[in-house]
C-alpha cells in the first residue's frame, strides 16, 4: 500500500451554477447553489486515499462550522489529520466557484490555509520520513512549501511539487522537487518564462521531471528515462465539471508511481478523466474499482 503525504489547502468550495460567466458588473440569474468539500491539498489527499493509499495531512483549518465540515470529510475518507491544526479566531479557507459550460472560475480566500507553518511540516518529519511520496501545491505559505521541499530531498522521499496556483518559484526550489506537474501557464509561470512558449521547449528547460497536464488531451511526461517530451492522450468523457481534476490527476500519480512514470500517468489521465463526470471537485474522484473497471474497458489507451 502506498503511503502518501499531503501537505496543502483545505477549502470549502462555494459553487454557482451559471448559463455563462458574468461580465464586470453585470449579475446573472444562476441555476443552482451548493457546497463541497475543496482545497487543492484536501482534494489531492482524498483523490489518494480513494485509491487506497494511507494518506497523512499537513494543514490547517479553523474553528468553525466549515472547518468542522471539512475536517470530518477527511476523516470518513480514512485520512489521519493528526497534523491538521485546528485554529481559534481564523476561518477556514474558502473558494468561490463559477462553473458554466463544464469550465470554471474560482476566487480562493485562503484563511486559515496562511496560517501552513514550516514547523507543522517539520513536525511531521516521521510520517514523511516513512511515505513513499509527499504532495504539495501553492496554496499554503511559500515558506512551508519550501519546507516541504527541502524535508522531503533530506529524507530522500519524492516530493511532487503542484505548482497551482501560478507563481513564479525560485529554480533551486524546482531542483529539490522529485517531480513538477502544472499545466502550460504555470510551467511558464513557475520558469519566469513567456507564457506562450512551446509547451515541450518549457518543459526541456526544467531542472526536474515534468508531468504536464492538457486537459482532456492527456499530459506529457519528461524525466531522465524520458528525456524527450511524451504523450499520454486523454480519456473521452462528457465533463459536468472540471473543478478538482488536476488535484485527481496528481492523487493517482502519487498512489501509482510506483509502476512506473508511463503507467503512472495513463492511471492519472483515466482517474482525471472520471472525476469531471460528476459536480463538485471531490464528487467524481473514483474508487480503485471504478478505475480499474473504466481502464479494463480501454485496454489499449
Ligand atoms: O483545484 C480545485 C480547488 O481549487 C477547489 O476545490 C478550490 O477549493 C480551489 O482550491
Excluded at 29 to 47: E, P
Excluded at 189 to 212: I, K, Q, Y
Excluded at 268 to 281: M, R
Aim: proline letters at 6%; a negative charge.
Amino acid at each position: 500500500m502506498s503511503c502518501i503525504v499531503v501537505v496543502g489547502s483545505i477549502n470549502m468550495d462555494l459553487v454557482t451554477l451559471a448559463p455563462r460567466f458574468p461580465g464586470p458588473g453585470e449579475t446573472l440569474l444562476g441555476s443552482r447553489f451548493l457546497t463541497a468539500h475543496g482545497g487543492k491539498g484536501a482534494n489531492q489527499a482524498v483523490a489518494a486515499a480513494r485509491l487506497g493509499a494511507r494518506v497523512s495531512m499537513v494543514g490547517a483549518l479553523g474553528r468553525d462550522a466549515f472547518g468542522d465540515q471539512l475536517h470530518a470529510g477527511l476523516a470518513r475518507e480514512g485520512i489521519d489529520l493528526a497534523h491538521v491544526a485546528r485554529l481559534d479566531g481564523e476561518g477556514s479557507g474558502t473558494a468561490s466557484i463559477t462553473v458554466a459550460d463544464g469550465e470554471n472560475q474560482i476566487i480562493v480566500v485562503p484563511a486559515a490555509n496562511a496560517c501552513v507553518t514550516p514547523a507543522q511540516v517539520e513536525a511531521a518529519r516521521e510520517t514523511i520520513a516513512h511515505a513513499n511520496a509527499v504532495m504539495v501545491q501553492l496554496e499554503i505559505p511559500l515558506d512551508a512549501v519550501e519546507a516541504t521541499l527541502r524535508l522531503g530531498h533530506t529524507l530522500g522521499v519524492p516530493v511532487i511539487l503542484n505548482p497551482a496556483p501560478a507563481q513564479k518559484l525560485p529554480r533551486e526550489w524546482l531542483q529539490l522537487a522529485g517531480y513538477l506537474t502544472p499545466n502550460q501557464h504555470e510551467l511558464a509561470t513557475a520558469l519566469g518564462e513567456d507564457t506562450h512558449a512551446d509547451f515541450r521547449d518549457l518543459m526541456r528547460r526544467a531542472p526536474c521531471p515534468v508531468v504536464l497536464t492538457r486537459g482532456g488531451e492527456g499530459a506529457w511526461y519528461r524525466d531522465a528515462v524520458h528525456p524527450e517530451p511524451t504523450k499520454q492522450a486523454g480519456f473521452a468523457v462528457e465533463a459536468i465539471d472540471t473543478t478538482g481534476a488536476g488535484d485527481t490527476f496528481n492523487g493517482a500519480l502519487a498512489v501509482f508511481l510506483h509502476e512506473g512514470l508511463p503507467e503512472a500517468v495513463r492511471k492519472a489521465c483515466a482517474a482525471a478523466a472520471l472525476s469531471v463526470t460528476k459536480l463538485g471537485a471531490q464528487g467524481g474522484m473514483p474508487q480503485q474499482a471504478e478505475l480499474d473497471a473504466f481502464l479494463a474497458n480501454r485496454p489499449h489507451a
